[in-house]
């Protein structure tokens, strides 16, 4: 126990408490399937653990995101730490960022630590922010759009795609 480094190198195997855990880096390719869809993934120096006594396999957190942050790249969406950079840099706390962009904080949330991918479209509304963080304060006059849409633009927005159908 005396001897367990930061990393978790170094340190007891606790399946087989004899062997020590030894790092080990990969390059992996996987099939990974949303929304009916199969893609292949690709990722790159993953941080692995071996016991040198039973090679029983560790996959720690850092693994897991570089694992994930391969998806978001395979699918065309953003990585969760992409999105939170984007928001952060912009200085929005997750409840405002939601608002801007009409989103449940529960949701954000979840696409920033991981556990739910951003819809395509979801995803392009948030790189535009990435590039200029006050692109949705033109759409109204007040700065960020309301959830209510306001009536006189829905017409606005009707009659527009009418003439663009003729
Ligand atoms: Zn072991």
Not at 18 to 24: S, T
Not at 93 to 112: H, L, N, T, Y
């Amino acid at each position: 126990m005396g001897q367990e480094q930061r990393d978790g190198s170094g340190r007891r195997c606790p399946i087989c408490g004899r062997g020590f855990l030894r790092p080990r880096w990969v390059d992996e390719r996987f099939s990974y399937e949303h929304n009916g869809l199969i893609y292949e993934v690709e990722t790159k120096n993953v941080p692995l653990k071996d016991c040198d006594h039973c090679f029983e396999t560790f996959i720690g957190p850092a693994a897991a995101r570089i694992r994930h942050d391969s998806l978001g790249r395979a699918l065309g969406l953003l990585p969760p730490s992409e999105i939170t950079t984007i928001r952060t840099s912009a200085g929005w706390s997750i409840e405002e960022f939601a608002r801007i962009i009409g989103a449940d904080p529960e949701r954000v949330s979840r696409w920033e630590r991981g556990r739910l991918w951003q819809d395509l479209a979801t995803d392009k509304l948030i790189r535009l922010l990435g590039v200029d963080p006050h692109i949705l304060a033109r759409l109204s006059g007040n700065g960020i759009p309301t959830i209510n849409a306001d009536p006189n633009l829905a017409e606005e927005a009707g009659s527009v795609s009418e003439s663009h159908g003729q």
